[in-house]
T-cell receptor
Framework: EPEVTQTPSHQVTQMGQEVILRCVPISNHLYFYWYRQILGQKVEFLVSFYNNEISEKSEIFDDQFSVERPDGSNFTLKIRSTKLEDSAMYFC???????????FGNGTRLTVT | KNQVEQSPQSLIILEGKNCTLQCNYTVSPFSNLRWYKQDTGRGPVSLTIMTFSENTKSNGRYTATLDADTKQSSLHITASQLSDSASYICVVNRAGGSYIPTFGRGTSLIVHP
């Protein structure tokens, strides 16, 4: 069964550094998402992406965050200047349409020191 | 404010026993409700979807119910197995406008042999 893949599985970075989290969504899906889950807390929506542009974003998704779909397969989340509070599990998800179930990747654990 | 509340926060049961997880929501207008299973260190996986007109739906040993009048849903797990140990997350989507889903905090289920 096709799945969403995320790399790396774990990223450690120093505060103030830029990080890029990578995702390969399921190939025939059209909607792409980033979520994050701080340890012990609930999953939080960051951004949705459709037709090569952001369709919705949350308050968390400020100017430090950006997303790109640089080619036909990859979907990336960039954090320009990481803060300690950015430490979390970041999940990429994709779906066939905006109301279909989300297919999540297994996440990238980001640790900011 | 759109909220999803789940109970209990955590639950420990013996293998083979049944259990029921609860989800109350205030999301309005209501579109659909999904239950996801999240294994430790993995992304959530969709179990069921409930729309406004559906009262109950089964997926193997999982049975979800929905009472749209009282804005409550439950997930019943029959004959629990060790592999059912996971966090079960209730996610509610609004109708129209924003497609950002509202996540509950999840119920952590531990099945002991």
């Amino acid at each position: 069964e096709p799945e969403v893949t995320q790399t790396p599985s774990h990223q450690v970075t120093q505060m103030g550094q830029e990080v890029i989290l990578r995702c390969v969504p399921i190939s025939n899906h059209l909607y792409f998402y980033w979520y994050r889950q701080i340890l012990g807390q609930k999953v939080e929506f960051l951004v949705s992406f459709y037709n090569n542009e952001i369709s919705e974003k949350s308050e968390i998704f400020d100017d430090q965050f950006s997303v790109e779909r640089p080619d036909g397969s990859n979907f990336t989340l960039k954090i320009r200047s990481t803060k300690l509070e950015d430490s979390a599990m970041y999940f990429c998800a994709s779906s066939t349409d905006s109301l279909s179930p989300l297919h999540f990747g297994n996440g990238t654990r980001l640790t900011v020191t | 404010k759109n909220q999803v509340e789940q109970s209990p926060q955590s639950l420990i049961i013996l293998e083979g026993k049944n259990c029921t997880l609860q989800c109350n929501y205030t999301v309005s207008p209501f579109s659909n409700l999904r239950w996801y299973k999240q294994d430790t260190g993995r992304g959530p996986v969709s179990l069921t979807i409930m729309t406004f007109s559906e009262n109950t739906k089964s997926n193997g040993r999982y049975t979800a119910t929905l009472d749209a009048d009282t804005k409550q849903s439950s997930l019943h797990i029959t004959a629990s197995q060790l592999s059912d140990s996971a966090s079960y997350i209730c996610v509610v989507n609004r109708a129209g406008g924003s497609y950002i889903p509202t996540f509950g905090r999840g119920t952590s289920l531990i099945v002991h042999p």
